[in-house]
């Protein structure tokens, strides 16, 4: 086991186990730190993937400004404990079973999916480091256009997000 | 050094999105339920991240970066929608929002 294994398995652990805590929690603000949590996690498997720029654009936008959103939301409306209800009898007996049957089919597909790749492609075999210019290279000139139609995107979403939340005169 | 093969961060990200689904029909709370659409977008862009490092390709992390820019509006639209729902339903609770149900 050298050093890259022990980090994936620590952070693939940290994050799993947030995934799981995210589930298993009644209060909706649990939820949202445990997710938190899977968030910078990932950041880490992101920067042994080569990826600073993504990572960095991890923590401050999905961990900083997107759970802080949740965080804010959550304290606004004043969520208490989730309510149980009781499932139908088909989510009951067919669920576990079926939801154990997809993520098996996942996990051994995408398992598989390389086995043929040579190892010199392989993850972290940093013959080639993807530096944050070439990222912002193939940014600001292959995908300009879709660079720009996300700002429209946003302005969208500011405007929507003002007219949903204004309350009624 | 040996290094940590991709198919290892695939199965993860695998794994990351079954949990996502499994909250997303699980839980019972609007908010939670949109916790479970990020956790998905997490493992997908995961999966992108462990590709694009697979084949030395770029455009996998600049679509990430796009996933990221549409998860951030998503948020801002959805949590403007559960305010709304609150305030019509006095609850956060997904089985109170049944006007649509057959």
Redesign the interface.
């Known amino acids: 086991m050298s050093l890259p294994f022990i980090l994936f398995f620590i952070f693939a652990f940290v994050s799993v186990a947030g995934a799981l805590f995210l589930i298993l929690a009644r209060e909706p603000i649990h939820s949202a730190l445990s997710l938190i949590l899977v968030m910078m996690s990932l950041a880490v498997l992101y920067l042994m993937l080569g990826a600073e720029f993504i990572a960095a654009v991890q923590i401050i936008v999905y961990a900083g400004a997107i759970m802080v959103l949740f965080v804010f939301v959550i304290m606004l409306l004043n969520a208490g404990t989730e309510e149980r209800t009781d499932f139908s009898k088909i989510a009951k007996y067919a669920g576990l079973p079926l939801g154990i049957f997809l993520l098996l089919e996942l996990g051994h597909w995408m398992a598989h999916s390389l086995i043929g790749k040579t190892p010199a492609n392989g993850a972290g075999s940093a013959n080639v480091m993807v530096s944050t210019r070439d990222l912002s290279m193939q940014l600001f000139q292959k995908y300009l256009f879709p660079f720009e139609a996300t700002s429209i995107l946003i302005l969208i979403a500011i405007l929507g997000a003002l007219v949903l939340a204004k309350r009624d005169e | ?23 997303f ?5 609007i ?2 339920i ?3 659409i ?2 998905m977008l ?1 493992a997908v ?3 992108f ?2 590709f ?5 390709q ?2 996998g ?2 679509f ?3 996933v ?10 959805g ?6 729902v ?2 019509n339903r006095q609850s ?2 997904i ?1 109170r929002v049944n006007l649509l149900k057959f």
């Open positions: 050094m040996s290094v940590v093969p991709v198919s290892y961060y695939l199965v993860l990200s695998a794994i990351l999105f079954g949990l996502g689904v499994v909250a029909v699980f839980k019972r709370n908010i939670t949109f916790m479970a990020e956790l997490n862009n995961l999966a991240v462990a694009a490092r697979a084949w030395n770029l455009d992390l600049v990430v970066f796009f990221i820019v549409v998860a951030a509006a998503e948020a801002a639209v949590l403007a929608i559960v305010i709304t609150y305030q956060l609770n089985e």
